[in-house]
């Protein structure tokens, strides 16, 4: 019987290495790992009977604070931003031409922009199907600073978490942008499933990992690897291992599973006690005492990290250094006003226009 850390994984001139390797081998009789049973391994060694399910999945780090400096803009998605903008930019255009008496294109600019800030609008033509036109504008000039005002306020008193990916789509797509990196187990086969995988996006991704060699071992603390913009393809199982259970981790799992394989113990194909082995296995699944032993070694992790989280009084007030961008851009429109006033003072009346 042998132990090792990788589990093994075929070379390009047909050996293993790892568990699969030693037994393979004859250097060990059987070998005790996760090893999810393929019909590529099964060529090399025997399997035991399944006696656990690995869920293939991904965990990133669980994601901090949207910092709230920037919250003049999370009220509103980039598709509404834009929708609203090019909404205005067509009313201007539109009032200017039917709604307002002999008024350039900057006049008319600067009336719509007022009626967004609640000013009131004149120089305005008075007739039925204008005032219809002139009341639709102004409802929604009333309600979407209204929704954009309490959703502003709601940012800013309990800021929302960064995204982070939650599918293995949205992850590939993050990795092919370059914002994240994606780790595989060393001696797993995880970059032959994505890269085997019906889905195109997955397929790039394995393409990448492969490319850049992106992995870890589980001779590395795992805690200490992951960061704000790094991912683990790893079972669930060993993920509740290695970081604990749900609430007091700092990791969160993904939706959605690579694959589901059953694990079972390497055998070499001369082994002698495979049925006793298979017998003592049966035993123990049907006792519940593997699920037992990992259920009780997460709860004495997760244990020692929720002795050493300190309570923290929730700060839901706001203070000066979340309003600077807002002050900045105040004082940025009076300086901008100011030197306009000025110019209006000193420019002589001969270089204005009549």
Not at 77 to 102: D, E, G, H
Not at 266 to 271: G, Y
Request: proline fraction near 5%.
């Amino acid at each position: 019987m042998h132990s090792y850390r990788y589990f093994g994984s075929r070379h390009s001139y047909g050996t293993w290495d790892g568990v699969v390797g030693l037994v393979e081998s004859g250097e060990a009789d059987i070998g005790v790992q996760s090893l999810s049973i393929s019909e590529e391994r099964m060529k090399a060694v025997d399997f035991s009977i399944p006696y656990y399910n690995l869920q293939k999945a991904f965990g990133a780090k669980e994601p901090g604070r949207m910092p709230k400096i920037t919250a003049f803009t999370y009220p509103f998605s980039t598709n509404v931003w834009i929708f609203y903008v090019l909404m205005i930019l067509a009313t201007i255009v539109l009032f200017q031409k039917v709604i307002f008496r002999n008024t350039t294109l900057l006049g008319s600019f600067l009336w719509v922009l007022g009626s967004i800030v609640s000013q009131p609008m004149g120089n305005i033509r008075d007739t039925p199907w204008r005032r219809v036109l002139l009341g639709f504008w102004l409802a929604i000039a009333v309600a979407m600073p209204f929704f954009y005002k309490t959703s502003f306020v709601f940012f800013l008193t309990m800021p929302e978490k960064k995204p982070v990916p939650r599918t293995f789509e949205e992850l590939s797509k993050v990795v092919l942008s370059g914002k994240y990196k994606c780790l595989t187990l060393k001696g797993s086969i995880d970059r032959q499933l994505l890269r085997k995988s019906e889905n195109e996006y997955m397929v790039k991704m394995g393409e990448i990992i492969e490319k850049n060699a992106w992995e870890f071992s589980l001779e590395e603390r795992l805690p200490d690897i992951l960061n704000d913009r790094l991912a683990l393809i790893i079972s669930r199982g060993a993920m509740g291992l290695f970081f604990g259970s749900p609430p007091y981790i700092n990791v969160r799992e993904s939706d959605d599973n690579l694959g589901i394989w059953y694990a079972g113990i390497a055998i070499n194909k001369e082994f002698c006690c495979r049925e006793r082995l298979n017998d003592v296995l049966h035993r123990i699944n049907n006792g519940g005492l593997l699920y037992k032993w990992l259920n009780d070694y997460s709860f004495t992790s997760t244990l020692k990290k929720r002795l050493d989280v300190k309570y923290e009084e929730p700060e839901l007030q706001l203070k000066l250094q979340d309003l600077k961008l807002a002050f900045f851009t105040l004082f940025f429109g009076y300086a901008l006003a100011l030197l306009v006033f000025l110019a209006e003072l000193l420019i002589p009346k001969r270089f204005v226009p009549q």
